[in-house]
């Protein structure tokens, strides 16, 4: 079964509009964190918020957040104001406590493009 | 502070032949991770090094080889490389190993067989 699932292939969003990237992960570990990382097409992954799972409050980073659903196993990203440096992969990652391999798992990404 | 550095930043190989691929993660990090990034397989974890030990190694073939060096500096070794060795390689620096500490990458090398 898949850890990490992103159900969006591709997405479009006008400039400046709100956008929601979708995520949901499984895992039996109580212990994990949540990861988010942008690719724009040079190639380089861009780390944009983090969220433990026994943070009590949704991560916020700037434009970005992270709305983190524990029951539901989700944690979406919003990206305020779209810009059109915003176009890229979007990359929804967890990685779970040391009892585990402990190394990033990724889902298969989201192409957000930003028209204006 | 300088960030996660990969040379080089594109190669073309041969079949057949062997490459090395270096990382130097940013200064004070001693974990450093290697990812696989191909069109069809998406990202997938090569192995990790922390304090120069490989302490988790993803589901590859021993021709992909790693180690670490005193000053956390990383290489990655394929040999005997076959087309399907076609890929971005990621690596990602970690100041720690737990499961809420960030990691942050470097540009990538581009590798082509052909």
């Known amino acids: 079964a898949q850890k990490i699932t992103q159900t969006q292939p591709g997405m479009f969003v006008q400039e400046k509009e709100a956008v929601t990237l979708d995520c949901t992960y499984d895992?039996?570990?109580?212990?994990?964190?949540l990861f988010w990382y942008k690719q724009p097409s040079s190639g380089e992954m861009i780390f944009l918020i983090y969220?433990?799972?026994?943070?009590?409050q949704n991560a916020t980073e700037g434009r970005y957040s992270l709305n983190f659903q524990k029951a539901r196993k989700s944690a979406n990203l919003v990206i305020s104001a779209s810009q059109l440096g915003d176009s890229a992969m979007y990359f929804c990652?967890?990685?779970?406590?040391?009892?585990?391999?402990?190394?990033?798992?990724f889902g298969k990404g989201t192409k957000l493009s930003v028209k204006p | 502070k300088a960030g996660v550095t990969q040379t080089p930043r594109y190669l073309i190989k041969t079949r057949g032949q062997q490459v090395t691929l270096s990382c130097s993660p940013i200064?004070?990090?001693?974990?450093v991770s290697w990812y696989q990034q191909t069109p069809g397989q998406g990202l997938q974890f090569l192995f990790e090094?922390?304090?120069?030990?490989?302490?988790n190694k993803g589901n590859f073939p021993g021709r992909f080889s790693g180690r670490q060096f005193s000053n956390s500096r990383s290489e990655m070794n394929v040999s005997t490389l076959e087309l399907g060795d076609s890929a971005l390689y990621l690596c990602?620096?970690?100041?720690?190993?737990?499961?809420?500490?960030?990691?942050?990458f470097g540009q990538g090398t581009r590798l082509t067989v052909v």
């Open positions: 990602a620096s970690s100041f720690r190993l737990e499961e809420n500490t960030e990691a942050f």
């Open positions: 895992t039996s570990d109580p212990s994990y964190g």
């Open positions: 969220q433990g799972s026994y943070d009590q």
């Open positions: 990652a967890m990685r779970e406590g040391i009892g585990s391999q402990g190394n990033l798992i």
């Open positions: 200064s004070g990090h001693r974990s």
């Open positions: 090094y922390f304090s120069e030990t490989q302490r």
